[in-house]
């Protein structure tokens, strides 16, 4: 997304008179701006982030006579699922199982559910598919949850920074050239104002209903971010015409 228009204005402060300047060697150019005169830019960046992790979760069960029977049943399902995953390059610390084993009249039913976390969405549409084709309805596959880690919305916001900075300085070249003066280093940075809406962080909590396809759940959780800044920056002296060429 091309970030907005930054808001510019700019004012050369007035210097008090000063002796008359020792004239320049030859070849040296025009002597640097007296001190004091500066240029006042604000400037901003929008920038967007998609999720970097996906939540799948998976329901199986089996309600047997004899105990043995239903536990065999699921632990049977569940190996296949973890194996299917780790095949395909999910490690084990981003797949947890929850067992629940209970007695229901005369009958004996175990119930799991399978958490896996994913950073490859094409690995995920790859277990899917495969886990919906070799178990069919014994299976229940929940929509993915998409969502931002804490470190990519961090980056996130230092990268939004970064482009607002960017941008008001460019924007200070700007006035300057106007001027027919040169930038010289920033004096003032100060960040005015940031805002961040959409995106979902961590959470178990799904993120849209399971009428959406898988691109408009990447696209409902994609995170946003905003940053204006203002920046002061010296001008230091007449823009040198042979740069300006080059």
């Not at 300057?176 to 005015?192: A, D, N, T, V, W």
Request: hydrophobic share 35%; glycine share 6%; net charge positive.
């Amino acid at each position: 997304m091309a970030p907005p228009p930054a808001r510019v204005f700019a004012e050369l402060v007035p210097v008090p008179p000063t002796p008359a300047p020792t004239p320049a060697p030859a070849g040296r150019g025009s002597p640097p701006a007296p001190p004091g005169r500066e240029v006042h830019v604000s400037g901003s960046a929008e920038l967007s982030a998609g999720p970097d992790r996906a939540r799948v979760s998976l329901r199986l069960g089996s309600r047997k006579g004899a105990a043995g029977a239903a536990r065999s049943s699921v632990s049977r399902r569940l190996e296949y699922i973890a194996q299917s995953a780790r095949q395909r390059g999910v490690p084990e610390e981003n797949m947890t199982v929850t067992e629940d084993f209970s007695r229901v009249e005369n009958t004996y039913q175990m119930e799991a559910e399978v958490c896996i976390i994913f950073s490859d969405f094409g690995k995920m549409q790859n277990v899917c598919n495969l886990l919906t084709e070799k178990l069919g309805t014994s299976v229940t596959i929940s929509p993915p949850h998409f969502y931002h880690t804490p470190e990519a919305v961090d980056t996130l916001r230092r990268q939004v920074c970064v482009a607002a900075v960017g941008n008001t300085r460019r924007k200070a070249q700007e006035v300057c050239r106007l001027f027919g003066q040169s930038l010289g280093k920033p004096l003032l940075i100060r960040e005015e104002e940031t805002k961040e809406w959409g995106g979902h962080i961590d959470s178990q909590l799904p993120n849209s209903s399971d009428s959406l396809t898988l691109q408009e759940r990447i696209q409902n959780a994609t995170a946003y971010a905003s940053c204006r800044v203002f920046a002061v920056f010296e001008i230091k002296g007449k823009e040198n015409r042979r740069n300006k060429l080059l």
